[in-house]
């Protein structure tokens, strides 16, 4: 019997199928491609709007840490410079945001903690030390997601990207900041007992951060009165060292 082959033909298409608007593989590559324009310069003015607004956000919770903490002058002293270094930061001037947060740092306690003449201990810790020790995270992210958002914001030119990018870490940040605030609200009553008023404070920080995006962004710190704050965890500090010296000499 003759036997009979069968050949399966493929029909290819080379016509392709029209790509969907939002397909995650072109979303990217588009949206970085798009040209700087009117409405994006907008947005862009909004969003630096929106970071100034949250600069004076975190500061507000920064100075609500340092009135909770302010029982105790080295953990209140502490607080920020062990944020600032969990963050990643080296000094006090180390970015526009870093500088703004330790000048609101010097403005909280020259204006209402000094005055109250505490009594620098140096194994002095704050009843309230282990509740603040839990936003710690919560501080270090705002500073560097906020130092990370002005960087972007800086640019001479922001791409469409930028801004789409952009809108969805600001609604991030902003639920951050709503942990802290959760966080610090139940030490509300001892913050408003030692003297933390947030409007009044808020009204005198304003100046700082209106001008985040000015050139150069970068505050000049009263280097002087920054010393003399932390001059008591600056002594301690010349202290342990000497005491280690002495110790190793085995007199």
Known sequence: MESMSITHRVVRHDKRLPQSRYSPYILGSVTTTIPYTKETDLTIERQKDEAIRLGVELSLFVAEA???????????LLFFPLVVKYAGYKNTNDGPVVGRLF?????????????????YQADGKSIQQE??????????FGIKELDRIVFVLGKRESSFGDVVKLQTDFEHYNQE?????????????VSEANGFVRDE????ILHLWNSLFE????????????????RPLLNQSRESICSRLIASLHI
């Open 66 to 76: 340092m009135f909770i903490l302010s029982d105790d002058l080295r953990s209140m």
């Open 103 to 119: 000048c609101v740092m010097l403005y909280v306690f020259e204006t209402y903690i000094k005055p109250k003449n505490g009594v």
């Open 131 to 140: 509740l603040i020790g839990k936003s710690h995270q919560n501080f270090s």
């Open 177 to 189: 900041l709503k942990k802290l605030e959760e966080t610090l609200r139940s030490a509300k009553d």
């Open 201 to 204: 404070i808020k009204s005198n």
């Open 215 to 230: 050139t150069p962004s970068k505050l000049i710190h009263p280097k002087v009165r920054m010393l003399e704050m932390f």
